[in-house]
């Protein structure tokens, strides 16, 4: 299913996909990288795939709620192991996608009093 997705997002919105494949790995940038991750996201409804929430494409990548793709292989130091296909990505809630890689902001924050000096 995701290589006929594959096939099938070769045209979105009247724009040609273009899609640099090198050493078995698929790589898009800029606008094409904007239609896939637009793709993604109808393909998986909306959706976290961890959490099943809904997500927005629109809403800033802060937010819990916005849409992250995430490469399930991982993207390598500078990029070297990306890549950018339905098989390696799927759609993470912002949370999620925090939580995956470690980063800070997954950590809710504890409410801290300071006390006064005596």
Not at 69 to 75: N, P, S, T
Not at 86 to 110: I, M, N, T, Y
């Amino acid at each position: 299913m995701a290589r006929e997705a594959e096939s099938a997002a070769g045209e979105i919105e009247g724009s040609t996909v273009s899609i640099k494949v090198r050493a078995g790995r698929t790589k898009r940038d800029g606008k094409d990288y904007t239609i896939f991750r637009r793709e993604l996201w109808r393909l998986q409804y909306g959706n976290c795939v961890t959490c099943g929430k809904p997500t927005s494409l629109e809403a800033d990548l802060e937010m819990d709620w916005s849409f992250h793709v995430d490469h399930k292989a991982g993207r390598g130091l500078g990029g070297s192991k990306r890549d950018d296909s339905f098989d390696d990505c799927e759609g993470l809630c912002g949370l999620h996608h925090r939580v995956k890689h470690g980063q800070q902001s997954a950590v809710p924050s504890k409410l801290q009093w300071s006390r006064s000096n005596r």
